[in-house]
């Protein structure tokens, strides 16, 4: 059996942790070095229920997209849900290891689980890493459909292909509109319209669009845009980064398992449509 130093040694070639954005917390959170690893547990979320989840599969490492203390703090006590997780870990001898943005920029990383998953051909990143000189690392994917659909069509592709939220997909355009070339980040990613303004996709496809970027976006012909839950275009990665280490594996003789959470931890648990969106607004007092 590998130690955990062995594992997370493993962990850190596929996502460096130099990679991450200055501002993230990746890594191992908690965890004894020497400690034999058999079990690995995949998600997105460092959450109670998966923390119950890596207890009750007897997994000895839990490894997250998002990270659990993100910001410094100054106390871990089981007076908060996340000194709570920490010490259910703890107690049963389980690891945390985080990959977040370090995540995200590797390749493969969480955008190539994304466009994968919904079916796209890779052509390049999004946002090339200016220290990959072979320009195959950086933030979002673009990539091209088998051949082109009708937004409408590839937006119930899109649902479909992607694991199942409350919320579901949101969709801004002409359902009528051709596409053929999708930009995806994983995770939230407004911030990257003037890249993919400049890349001259057809869609793009991310979660957490705000209403005024997303209405900017919108003019002047942009692309259309697809704003699916947080944690399901993220969770993908979690099947991908679970095949990685299983490679790792075989080639090192380890007899790990790995798992794969399949809980949904998007915090958004109904959803409830509103009047007919294609009804006009009727003020109070109005004649019919």
């Excluded at 997994?59 to 703090?73: F, I, K």
């Excluded at 985080?98 to 390049?124: C, E, F, K, Q, W």
């Excluded at 596409?179 to 001259?200: K, P």
């Excluded at 790792?248 to 509103?274: E, F, K, N």
Aim: aromatic share 4%; with cysteine.
């Amino acid at each position: 059996m590998p130690k955990l130093s062995d594992v997370i040694d493993a962990l850190d070639a596929l996502w460096p942790p130099q990679r991450a954005e200055q501002w993230d917390a990746v890594g191992l959170v908690c965890g004894d070095p020497d400690a034999e690893i058999r079990r690995v547990l995949f998600a997105v979320d460092p959450v109670q229920e998966v923390a119950d989840e890596a207890v009750r599969i007897g997994a000895d490492l839990l490894v997250t997209h998002h990270p659990l203390y993100l910001r410094g703090t100054t106390t871990v006590a089981a007076t908060g849900f996340k000194g709570r997780v920490v010490h259910g870990l703890i107690k049963n001898d389980i690891a945390l290891h985080v990959a977040h943005t370090n995540a995200d920029r590797a390749d493969p990383g969480v955008s190539d689980a994304l466009a994968a998953a919904i079916g796209l051909h890779i052509t390049g990143p999004l946002v090339p890493d200016p220290e990959d000189p072979a320009g195959r690392r950086g933030l979002g994917r673009i990539g091209e459909l088998p051949g082109p659909l009708p937004l409408a069509e590839f937006a119930e592709q899109a649902a479909r292909a992607l694991p199942g939220t409350a919320t579901g997909l949101r969709v801004a355009g002409d359902p009528k509109r051709e596409i053929r070339t999708v930009a995806v980040c994983g995770g939230s990613g407004d911030s990257l319209f003037d890249e993919v303004r400049r890349a001259g996709v057809d869609a793009y496809l991310t979660a957490d669009l705000r209403h005024h970027p997303a209405s900017e976006a919108q003019q002047h012909g942009g692309p259309a845009l697809l704003d699916a839950a947080h944690w399901a275009t993220e969770w993908p990665w979690c099947e991908q980064a679970a095949a990685e280490l299983d490679e790792i594996s075989d080639r090192h003789g380890w007899a790990l398992r790995t798992h794969v959470s399949r809980q949904v931890t998007d915090p958004w648990t109904l959803h409830a449509p509103s009047t007919d969106p294609t009804s006009p607004i009727t003020s109070p007092g109005a004649s019919a």
